[in-house]
């Protein structure tokens, strides 16, 4: 393959003390890591590949250790190599929730991975004040993103004057409702790619992947990437009942103690579009800068919760309105 898997098969080598290894890719990603499957006499791993002058892989050993201390499923590090960026973890399956949802199977991982959701932020407050925090320079910098990648660069839409403004008064009145919210530990991408279908040797389901980036934050954030997930849709009546069940859960555990579920709702809603907005441009910018154009095709997907969502909230119809003249829709791919 390369030089970087050439070396890693020889630590790996070192590491286990034969030559019989049978190493074969597991996953991409959409940083500069990458994940492969390594086997031999019936035992499997997963091998991280992070070049150290492009990954800081410090904060996935810590918060894989504080996730694994609350009882979630999450890999554990067999062994390291932070000089060349190598880690050998245990295996939690090879089958990403997404490759497995549908009418029939939904119900079953969804009620898996809310359960998993409320342990962690319940479980996470003795955790979280160790984590960076989202405050509203990430969180105004993740908006950024749309108008630089997705409106700038990928449509190549020249803004007015008139036009930054209304976008810079909707990115303040979403920052200002995403700090709202209580600060809870926050995966941050909590969604069908980075959830594993696991069972028997693998663990409990699910397996938790991709949680390195990991910050305190608001309480709608994780919830509304699985539930408004960028990669598959679900109808609003379906997403209303997970909402509900999860309040449920989360009131007994006391992460939403005194909260309505109107209140969730509306701070669900209005993280979400941060969140669709920043994953609109984070899509695009992996197509330009990273040569990645398989995420094009889910642009349509971000964009169309953020014009279903965003009329119900007054202070955002100007923003529907804008992008409805600069017809966003029409060639997102």
Not at 98 to 121: F, G, K, P, W
Not at 127 to 142: I, M, N, S
Not at 307 to 325: C, G, K, Q, S
Request: hydrophobic share 40%.
């Amino acid at each position: 393959m390369d030089h970087r898997y050439n070396q890693l098969v020889a630590w790996l080598e070192t590491i286990f003390k034969r030559n019989d290894i049978e190493v074969k890719p597991a996953s991409a990603d959409a940083s500069f890591r990458r994940y492969f499957r390594a086997q031999f006499a019936g035992q499997r791993y997963i091998v991280m590949d992070a070049p150290p002058e492009k990954e800081n892989t410090q904060p996935y050993i810590d918060i894989a250790a504080m996730l694994r201390r609350m009882g979630l499923n999450v890999p554990a590090v067999i062994a390291q190599n932070l000089e060349q960026g190598y880690f050998i973890l245990t295996d939690l399956g090879p089958t990403p929730y997404l490759e497995v949802l549908n009418q029939h199977s939904v119900e079953a991982l969804y009620t898996d991975a809310i359960a998993a959701l409320v342990r962690m932020q319940a479980a996470g407050r003795d955790y979280q004040q160790r984590l960076p925090p989202y405050d509203r320079a990430l969180l105004w910098k993740e908006m950024q993103l749309f108008r630089d990648w997705y409106l700038g660069q990928h449509r190549r839409l020249p803004l007015s004057a008139s036009q930054h403004t209304l976008l810079d008064n909707s990115w303040n009145y979403l920052c200002d409702q995403a700090l709202a919210q209580p600060r809870v530990f926050v995966h941050r991408d909590y969604h069908s790619r980075n959830l594993m279908y696991s069972q028997g040797d693998y663990g409990r389901n699910p397996g938790i992947l991709d949680f390195q980036d990991a910050v305190e934050g608001p309480l709608g954030y994780d919830l509304v990437s699985l539930l408004r997930d960028c990669y598959i849709a679900w109808p609003r009546a379906r997403v209303e009942t997970w909402l509900q069940q999860y309040h449920a859960q989360a009131s007994a555990a006391g992460v939403v103690a005194g909260i309505s579920l109107d209140q969730l709702r509306h701070w669900f809603d209005l993280i979400g579009i941060q969140r669709h907005l920043k994953a609109s441009g984070i899509f695009a910018r992996l197509h330009y800068r990273d040569g990645k154009p398989g995420y094009l095709k889910d642009i349509p997907r971000t964009l169309g919760y953020i014009m279903t969502v965003a009329p119900d909230y007054p202070p955002l119809r100007p923003l529907v309105e804008l992008l409805n003249t600069l017809q966003v829709m029409e060639q997102s791919v």
